[in-house]
């Protein structure tokens, strides 16, 4: 199936392979990345959240995370919070941007030799949803996290109320 995003077209199918032909060659993908007919086929509600650990390919750990959800991935292999705060942004007309963003940090246990791994958990506003996104082991506050990703830029963090 190929579908529409911001102007693109795209291999997507969620359920099915995204392209098979009459001679039994397939190909899976979700939102444009491909992906294993395990992934793709296999129900969200029965994806095993390990999958996501083990992928080692950010794009496809991506679409597992979208596919999944945050919030079962995090209950299904356990999340400890570590911190959290909100960044306020500057008021600028006709930035569709929210005003306010909440961030958390979570320990977020891979299992095996990894185990425990910090992850930024932040609004994906061109998405639409929620998103984590890997940050070193030594980040333990959603400031330190933040740092690293924006490249060392200090980043001022209100309290979450």
């Not at 099915?16 to 992934?39: E, Y």
């Not at 095993?48 to 292999?77: H, M, S, T, W, Y």
């Not at 919070?81 to 306010?100: A, H, I």
């Not at 891979?110 to 791994?117: D, F, Q």
């Amino acid at each position: 199936m190929i579908r529409h995003h911001h102007g693109y077209l795209i291999l997507h199918c969620d359920g099915g392979p995204a392209v098979a032909f009459r001679d039994g060659f397939a190909v899976w993908a979700l939102n444009g990345v491909m992906v294993s007919k395990k992934i793709a086929e296999t129900p969200a509600e029965k994806l095993d959240p390990l999958i996501f650990a083990k992928e080692r390919n950010v794009e496809i750990r991506k679409e597992i995370l979208r596919k999944i959800g945050v919030d079962r991935l995090q209950q299904k292999l356990g999340s400890k919070l570590l911190d959290s705060g909100v960044l306020t942004f500057p008021d600028v007309n006709d930035d569709p941007m929210p005003r306010e963003a909440a961030y958390e940090l979570h320990l977020i246990n891979l299992s095996g030799s990894t185990g425990e791994w910090p992850y930024l958990r932040m609004w994906n506003p061109s998405e639409h949803c929620w998103h984590l996104e890997a940050v070193p082991r030594e980040c333990r506050t959603v400031g330190e996290a933040l740092k690293f990703r924006n490249g060392g830029e200090f980043v001022h963090l209100a309290p979450l109320s």
